[in-house]
């Protein structure tokens, strides 16, 4: 019973590439989210996704960033030219349904470094 | 504008007692739910325990416990009978239950347990 898969843990890129980041969620589960965290903060959302529907993505930077979740495969959160402001860890969440009480499952995160 | 609140950067305790991690949170929403998550060293996020606003009775789980007073807007964490394991960063989080459902985090509390 696999829980939310993220790959690759560890990712690195000069400045000026492209970083992709995927995230297969539980089984079953159409809620997808998308968390940044900083080194010593709490994650900060970034974008929420349903399967070939963005529902929210009023935490994603304006440029450069952009996620999908197609009919078929993972979700990718793709950054472009990236900065070294975007050494960070990406976190992926996934949940069954919208409920009260219905916790977010994470994956253990994709962690970027720009060069 | 939802907003948590961790004032505990670091909290150090003795194996075998008893610790409060402090949690107060800001909303207009009526309906809401307040998250725990434990991040060991290596990374992952880790879902704890859940209470939901109109909950009456405080949520348990196991050592986990979570104090709600919901007029003074806090849900501290209490974990029983402190282990070396439960060394790692908890963050508290809340989600309110209209819109996305977004998960917003607190900065977190970093708990080290001493032999």
């Known amino acids: 019973n696999a829980g939310v898969m993220q790959n690759p843990r560890h990712l690195v890129r000069r400045r000026g590439q492209e970083a992709r980041l995927r995230c297969s969620p539980m089984k079953g589960h159409s809620h997808v989210y998308w968390y940044r965290q900083l080194p010593e903060e709490g994650l900060k959302f970034m974008v929420y996704?349903?399967?070939?529907?963005?529902?929210?993505e009023s935490g994603m930077p304006k440029e450069r960033f952009s996620a999908e979740f197609p009919k078929e495969g993972p979700s990718i959160l793709r950054i472009q030219q990236v900065v070294r402001g975007d050494s960070a860890a990406y976190f992926c969440?996934?949940?069954?349904?919208?409920?009260?009480?219905?916790?977010?499952?994470f994956g253990d995160g994709t962690r970027l470094s720009i060069l | 504008a939802q907003k948590i609140t961790q004032t505990q950067p670091g909290m150090f305790v003795q194996e075998k007692e008893a610790v409060t991690l402090d949690c107060t949170y800001d909303t207009s929403d009526p309906s809401y739910g307040l998250f725990w998550y434990k991040q060991p060293s290596s990374g992952e996020m880790i879902f704890l325990i859940y209470?939901?606003?109109?909950?009456?009775q405080n949520a348990t789980e196991g050592r986990y416990s979570l104090n709600f007073q919901k007029a003074r807007k806090s849900a501290n964490l209490v974990i029983s009978a402190s282990q070396l394991g439960d060394s790692a960063m908890y963050f508290c989080?809340?989600?309110?239950?209209?819109?996305?459902?977004?998960?917003?985090f607190g900065q977190g509390t970093r708990l080290t347990i001493n032999p």
């Open positions: 996704l349903q399967k070939e529907n963005i529902i929210d």
């Open positions: 969440a996934s949940s069954l349904y919208q409920a009260a009480g219905q916790p977010q499952h």
């Open positions: 209470q939901g606003s109109y909950d009456q």
């Open positions: 989080a809340m989600r309110e239950l209209q819109g996305a459902q977004k998960l917003v």
